[in-house]
């Protein structure tokens, strides 16, 4: 069987191919239903290039293997031999506790007290010293001995993690950030993370429902708080129009700390966006 690779989202700067990876860092994202390559330079704040796939959310090991397989044959710049390779988990089969009340014989439980039972999975966890938390989740198991083979030096972490290292915005600043039919929300005030989670959704008012909803639980009123949109968002889209119609204060994100190969149609500054606030944060 043949594997035909249709990414979601790719960017390639005109000197990519030349890049010396042992210098770079390469950024592996694994969530629901997809997973992403970016090869990047921390140093000088520059995105080489970056991949995204949708994948089969009932993919079998076999079927995975191939496809990694077929993007490393494709795209030649995924492979091991960089400064160091980043395992970053989006999916939200996570639990955030404060340092001072972690326990390792009960996350298990933890977890499947929060998200139900679990099958299949390895456990996982970072260590925020930034924040003095403990974020334990679950990683495919397939996926996981899959991507630890692949990339031997690989460092796991969650997205949630990763951006808890940073210090929060001062002002009042709602983050959403669109994937396929997911919606990551963060929230922060006064240097404070008050809302970091992810969501499904399957229409535009779900969207616009979490975000108020998690205005309103904290206390943020709209004409204190910005709105940012970033990720897979079209401005002629149906999900703007309505977000556009009853959020006061929404913006697309538009400000890159890092440079990436120009915006086009296609793949707009508020996609990159996306990445880029995660990139902020790796050193």
């Known amino acids: 069987m ?19 990876t042992a210098g770079a860092y390469l950024l592996v994202q694994t969530g629901t239903g997809f997973i992403g390559f970016a090869s990047f330079q921390p140093t000088e704040k520059k995105v080489n290039s970056w991949v995204v796939f949708e994948l089969d959310q009932q993919i079998t090991a076999t079927q995975l293997e191939e496809k990694l397989s077929t993007i490393a044959a494709a795209y030649t710049w995924v492979h091991t031999n960089y400064q160091k390779v980043i ?6 089969l996570n639990v955030l506790v404060p340092a001072i009340l972690n326990s390792e014989p009960g996350k298990e439980q933890l977890l499947q007290l929060v998200h139900g039972p679990q099958t299949n999975h390895v456990l996982v966890k970072d260590i925020v010293l930034q924040q003095s938390l403990v974020n334990h989740y679950a990683v495919d198991a397939d996926l996981a ?3 630890n083979k692949r990339f031997p030096k690989g460092e796991w972490w969650h997205v949630q ?8 915005a001062g002002g009042a600043r709602v983050t959403a950030t669109i994937r ?16 970091l989670q992810s969501y499904n959704y399957h229409t535009p008012e779900d969207v616009l429902y979490y975000i108020l909803n998690a205005m309103q639980q904290l ?17 002629q889209s149906a999900l703007y129009d309505v977000l556009h119609l009853y959020i006061l204060n929404l913006q697309l994100k538009d400000e890159l700390q890092f440079s990436f190969p120009a915006a086009t149609e296609e793949h707009p500054v508020h996609l990159s966006a996306s990445l880029d606030q995660v990139l902020s944060c790796v050193s």
């Open 2 to 20: 043949i594997t035909v690779l249709h990414p979601s989202v790719f960017i390639e700067s005109n000197e990519a191919k030349h890049v010396d």
């Open 87 to 92: 395992l970053l988990q989006y999916a939200p």
């Open 145 to 147: 001995s899959l991507l």
């Open 161 to 168: 993690s990763l951006l808890l290292t940073k210090t929060a």
């Open 180 to 195: 396929f039919n997911e919606v990551q929300l963060t929230v922060e005030k006064n240097g404070n993370w008050l809302l």
């Open 219 to 235: 206390d943020l009123t709209q004409e204190e708080t910005t709105v940012y949109l970033q990720g897979m968002i079209d401005q």
